[in-house]
Nanobody, 124 residues
Framework: QVQLVESGGGLVQAGGSLRLSCAASGGTFSSYVMGWFRQAPGKEREFVFAISRSGGSTYVANSVKGRFTISRDNAKNTVYLQMNSLKPEDTAVYYC?????????????????WGQGTQVTVSS
């Protein structure tokens, strides 16, 4: 069973950047598809980005396409979310998730393991 811990959230002005990290432990990191999701106040949790086990394939939500990128370092058991050109509507708690499968998923139910989340607040 894998444990996930996110970090890197904070308060940033619109147009700024943040990089989130998610450190994994307790499992073979390279065996998991990794995903990022977010949940804004009063809204449902939504998919942001996913990356295949090798890092060779990524899947992105239209709302962040061209502004966010995902990467992973299997040697460090860590997945990253680089967020550029941030907007106030990106304000949310961002969650890292792991999926024991070779196929990425954009569905919340496709991920069995979740971190505790990290708050990202973008001021206008």
């Amino acid at each position: 069973q894998v444990q996930l811990v996110e970090s890197g959230g904070g308060l940033v002005q619109a147009g700024g950047s943040l990089r989130l990290s998610c450190a994994a432990s307790g499992g073979t990191f390279s065996s998991y598809v990794m995903g990022w999701f977010r949940q804004a106040p009063g809204k449902e949790r939504e998919f942001v980005f996913a990356i295949s086990r090798s890092g060779g394939s990524t899947y992105v939500a239209n709302s962040v396409k061209g502004r966010f990128t995902i990467s992973r370092d299997n040697a460090k058991n860590t997945v990253y979310l680089q967020m550029n050109s941030l907007k106030p509507e990106d304000t949310a708690v961002y969650y890292c998730a792991a999926r024991w499968s070779r196929d990425p998923s954009m569905e919340i139910g496709g991920y069995a393991y979740w971190g505790q989340g990290t708050q990202v607040t973008v001021s206008s």
